[in-house]
């Protein structure tokens, strides 16, 4: 299916615009995750990797069906090298098996040539040897990209329509630190406006059956009037709204960007969701904690679309 | 050591400023190498470990003590998953075990909590569980980073000078798109001289008893004219400099942005040494291809500085 009618169907089937973010860090992990997990291996980063897959698994079973996608977020995964691609690779292919959409933020770039690799290996085949038969890469669905090089270095990680994947550029992002180069002015707008009118112009004619496009654009939460404005720009670009949440942007901040028709929007939370359990006093399941905080936010997101 | 020192020094020591770019793409890996990995493994993403250790490896001992650094390019590797990242992971441990300064060319950004991991993971200790030890993280010396999220993305990465680790922000890519948002006129400059700025201020009380800092600039080797101004606005900051051989650039090229000593930059090729074996009509051995190229590559650099 093409890369923005499977993020589109996919809101409208679970009724959610929500992402749940899979970011095992280390102090989000429950505690009878972390003694089992030390029961069952010596060895400090296989305790790691079992911690992180029984979480993140748990995780991913709960939320199928209530949320639009998931995101793991490669950082936490690579910080623990080949052992944390591993369980990187064990979560993409249980989201898979659920039919979860799969969003990886890796927010890669480079030149033409290397980023064609990170293409292959995320989202499609690795590259064989010479003579060696295809390879299945890590398979997701869509993929974060930081768009500073230029188009050379995003146009091939965007690759063709038919392969059912899409790339969100970095437009907008939710640190503050976002305004020291995004904001820069150029001519009589700004930086971050000169690389949306760069992803309108990546998506042009790449919209699916949804209308939307398969390359879609980051923008925070944390900056609505920014959002709305870069929606008049790109009707038919779907956004990836991180900053919803811990982060501390509201649910009407974060839909600020969506359509007149309420959609095109996926709204991003990592630790409220994985760390809810940490936030009641009574003891409860995290995994039940986390499925009511995802709930809670459908609530709150759909009391806030128009 | 600082790790500006670091690279420094060894440009001393080994009285060359090339750095190898260990970049193991199918196509350049030998044919009785591909042959051999075959034979040992019918599982071919195996056989791509086999193979692309196999010649990394050889590439690594062959160049120690002859070049400044190695720099693996993480998406050759990452294309293969957890598989290709313990290829990595031995890669490393091999140049570390040879004491050849390793510059990791993956160019990370994410915002601060985040960019934390990358640091931990990459550079120093990967984040343990609660209540376990410190786990070693891939360990290498320095790493490349997309400023585009701003400084709140980069300072996390850079951490304390006492580790004596470096990160080289990207300033002026080497690639032809470099121009699409790096040459947006800001201001009486360009994006690219406010990036370099911030560079400027990030590396402020950080310099070694070299007299360069630990955070360092990429200046790609195909902008001279850029280089040279680069340099006017950046005394105290090492150049990672790729573009050389392969995609272009010349030696006097190459060296634009030096300072006026003939010091502060390290230049990188990967292609034309990796490959050098598949210039050649006669038969010849790949390593020993990879040397001589290496060893013409200093002749030429050499030549060129002031």
Redesign the interface.
Known sequence: MHGGDLLAESCESTGSIACVGL?P???L?P?EI?RS??AQSDD??Q??AI?FETFMVSIVRAVAGHCAAVKP?A??Y?????????V??RIVAEARRLGVPVIL?A?????????V??R???LTS????????Q?P??GVDWLTA????????VEPLIGVPEEGKGVFV?VR??????????D????DGS?LK??AA?VHEWGQGRRGASGFSDVGAVVGATWPSEAAELRAMLPDTLFLVPGFGAQGASASQAVAGCTDQGTGIIVNSSRAILGAWQSETDRIDPVDAARTALDEMNEQLCAALP
Chains 1, 2 share one sequence.
Do not use: M
């Open positions: 970011d860090r280390p102090e992990i505690d972390v997990a030390a400090p980063r305790q790691v911690a977020q950082a936490c690579e910080a623990y090298g080949s052992v944390g691609w591993q990187l690779e933020d927010k890669r770039s480079d030149i033409g040539s290397t980023a690799h990170y292959q290996g995320l690795s590259p064989p040897l010479v003579g060696s038969e390879l890469g890590l930081n768009p500073y090089l230029g188009a050379d270095s970095l992002t939710s640190n503050p630190g976002a305004q020291d180069f995004q820069q002015v150029v001519g930086l000169v690389v760069k």
